[in-house]
Structures are given as C-alpha cells and as structure tokens.
C-alpha cells in the first residue's frame, strides 16, 4: 500500500504526485503478476494518473515537479500503468479507481514505483491517496 507523502497544492498535467516507493516481494526463483491495482482517492479528484514502475532505484524527481526521469532512469522502467479518469466511482465524497485488464508479470524482488498526474489535481491532505496493489505467484 502506497501512503505516500504529497503536498496539498496543485498538480499540473505530467507532475509526479509524491515521491518514489518500493515494493518488497518475498525473494524466492518465481515470479508475480499484478493482478489488481485499486486506488482510492479521498479528495475525489478523479483526475487520470499513471504508476510507472522501474526494476531498480532511480533518481528521484520531486513531488510536484515534472516528470521527467535520467535517461539511466527511464532504461529501467518495466511497466506503466494507466489510471484513467473513467476508471474511478464515486461514493459520497471518495472516489475509487479500479483499472481494467491488468496483467503484467514482474520479476521477483523489490520493485520500484512513482505516481504520476495526467491532467491537474489538488489533493485536500497528504493523506488523501492510498494505493493497493494485489500480486499472484507464477
């Protein structure tokens, strides 16, 4: 689960929205598959995002900022998840967004995350997005 720490100002198109997480999955010779990915968003925001995924560290790019990873960076990148904004249902003043078709099969190991805005958003807390992640062994 994604807590990450983001401020309550706005966010422009291609922003990163907090800052980079890791994801531990146990070590072992199999693999996983991100079978689900639900977002909820307290602030109802509904805006489009991305989750873009790396296999390794990579330099940080500040909340709020562009971004727009080294070019190191981005040679790691193993997946992009879009979170359209027809993706969320809102019930009373929460939205959650639920992406169809998810199916990327990941390496076992850490793995390395950034959120990413597709259109603008002011969160009302630093706490107004969590992000949940379900993952089946392969």
Excluded: H, W
């Excluded at 929460?94 to 603008?120: H, M």
Aim: glycine letters at 8%.
């Amino acid at each position: 689960v994604y807590f990450g720490y983001y401020t309550s100002t706005a966010y422009g198109t291609g922003d990163a929205v907090g800052f980079p997480f890791t994801l531990i999955t146990a070590p072992g010779k199999y693999s996983f598959i991100l079978q689900s990915l639900v977002l909820i968003d307290s602030s109802s925001q509904k805006v489009a995002l991305e989750l873009v995924l790396f296999d390794t560290t990579f330099v940080e790019v500040p909340d709020n900022l562009a971004f727009a990873p080294a070019a190191a960076s981005g040679m790691r990148i193993v997946g992009v998840i879009p979170i359209a904004a027809a993706d969320y249902y809102t019930y009373g003043t929460t939205s959650v967004a639920v992406p169809a078709s998810l199916s990327f099969l990941l390496k076992r190991g850490p793995l390395y995350g950034q959120l990413v805005t597709r259109g603008s958003a002011t969160y009302l807390s630093s706490s107004a997005l969590r992000l949940k992640l379900i993952f089946l062994e392969n």
